[in-house]
Every structure is written in C-alpha cells, then in structure tokens.
C-alpha cells in the first residue's frame, strides 16, 4: 500500500519524486533504469521508501529522461515541467513565506533537531486532517 502523498512537493521524498517522474514519463523502472545508464535494481532502489538516493549525475540523467526540472526532482522546489524554452524557474516565490506568520514557523522549523522533524510534521499534519 503506497502512503498518502503530501500536496507540497516539497514535502515529498527524493524517491517519491523520482516515482512521480517516471510515471508520468511512462516509462517503467526497467525503462527508466536503461536510458539512465543503471542496472534496474538501481532504480528501484531509488524509488524505495529506505533505498539508495541517486547521485547528482543521475539526478540529472533522470530529469533529462523524464522531462522533469532538475530542481523540482532534486529539491520540491520551482516548477516541475522543463519550459518550451528549455530554461527552468530560479525561484518560486510560493516557495518562500508570504507573510511574517509564515516566516515565524519557518525559523521555528529550522530549529527543530533533525531527529524530531519527521514526528513533529507527522503530529501537526495529523492535527489538521
């Protein structure tokens, strides 16, 4: 059973990431794994909830297969389609608070030990459902 998906890409893995490209390229994992350049076990160690994160190489090669911005597979953030142009966002400014509510969690987030994110985010997820 695949976990529910957050609506802010952002807030989604890597690996979640690199599945959402590949769907939508159509490509399979076997697919995916042999335009990359990668045996077929790598890709879908990558797609895996605890498997391995692609290396920036292949990062790339994946947003280059799939269509998909390097930024928006690496980091959640910017615009997700490559543009006609061939040129991607810097910034998007949804990226960033809007308003000094917002900035006031943002700097409370980044204090948060690394090791209480997850379950801090997972209690004020599941308080707002």
Known sequence: MRRRLPQDPALLTIAERVRIAREQSGLS?????????????????????????????????????TGIAFEWLATGRGGKAIRQDGETEAVALSDFAQNPYEERWLRIGRKVPPRL?????????????
Do not use: M, Y
Not at 37 to 56: D, L
């Open 29 to 65: 994992c076997a697919a995916l794994a042999r335009q990359v350049g990668v045996r077929p076990s790598a890709a879908v160690q990558w797609e895996a909830e605890h498997g391995t994160t692609p290396s920036v190489e292949n990062l790339s090669r994946i947003a280059t297969v």
């Open 117 to 129: 994110r997850e379950s801090l985010l997972k209690f004020i997820e599941d308080a707002w459902r």
